[in-house]
C-alpha cells in the first residue's frame, strides 16, 4: 500500500518537476527572470497544489476504494513535493551551468531592485544586512540560487500539502450493528 502511494507520487512529482523546469526557462527567455518572482506569487503554489491533489486522488480512488487517511495524504504529498523540488533544481543547476547569462542576470537584475528600496525599508532591515547583501550579490553562484529554490519550494510544498492533504482526506464511515 505504501509503496503503491509512494510510486504514484513520485511519478506526479517528477512531471510536476519536468513541467516546473520549463516554465522557468521559458520565463527566463521571455525576458523575466524566474528567480526574481517573490515567493508569495510564485507558480509553484499553484504547481503544487494541482499536482500533490491529483496524486492523491488517483491513489484514494484507484487504490484505496475512497479512504485516504491524513498520514497517507502527508506522506504523498510530501513525496511529490519533495520529488518535484528536486528534479526541478537539478535541471536548474544544469541549465544554469549551460547558460553563461543566467547568474548574471539575476545579479543584475537583483541589483537594481536593491539599490530601488525606499530609505525607510532600508531602515526597516538594517543598513548593515542591506548593504552586506548588497556587496555579496557579484560573487553569487549556480550552486547558491539552487539552494535558495530548493528551501522556498520545500517551504512553499509543507503549506500546499497540509491544505490539500486535508481537503483530501476521507475516512472509512462506522458501520453500526
Do not use: C
Amino acid at each position: 500500500m505504501t509503496s503503491r502511494l509512494l510510486r504514484i507520487s513520485a511519478r506526479w512529482g517528477a512531471v510536476a518537476g519536468v513541467l516546473a523546469f520549463i516554465m522557468l526557462v521559458m520565463m527566463y527567455y521571455m525576458g523575466r527572470h524566474p528567480l526574481m518572482i517573490s515567493p508569495f506569487l510564485d507558480f509553484r503554489i499553484l504547481l503544487f497544489g494541482v499536482f500533490v491533489y491529483f496524486s492523491l486522488k488517483e491513489f484514494r480512488d484507484y487504490d484505496q476504494g475512497g479512504v485516504l487517511y491524513f498520514w497517507q495524504a502527508s506522506l504523498g504529498g510530501t513525496t511529490v513535493v519533495v520529488i518535484m523540488t528536486l528534479v526541478t533544481s537539478a535541471l536548474l543547476l544544469i541549465f544554469g551551468s549551460w547558460e553563461k547569462g543566467f547568474v548574471p542576470g539575476y545579479v543584475t537584475e537583483m541589483t537594481a531592485y536593491l539599490k530601488g528600496f525606499p530609505k525607510e525599508e532600508i531602515d526597516r532591515i538594517g543598513k548593515k544586512i542591506y548593504e552586506s547583501n548588497l556587496n555579496t550579490l557579484p560573487t553569487t553562484n549556480i550552486w547558491q540560487l539552487t539552494q535558495t529554490y530548493i528551501l522556498q519550494g520545500l517551504i512553499i510544498g509543507f503549506f500546499v500539502n497540509i491544505i490539500v492533504s486535508v481537503i483530501l482526506r476521507r475516512q472509512p464511515k462506522n458501520q453500526s450493528i
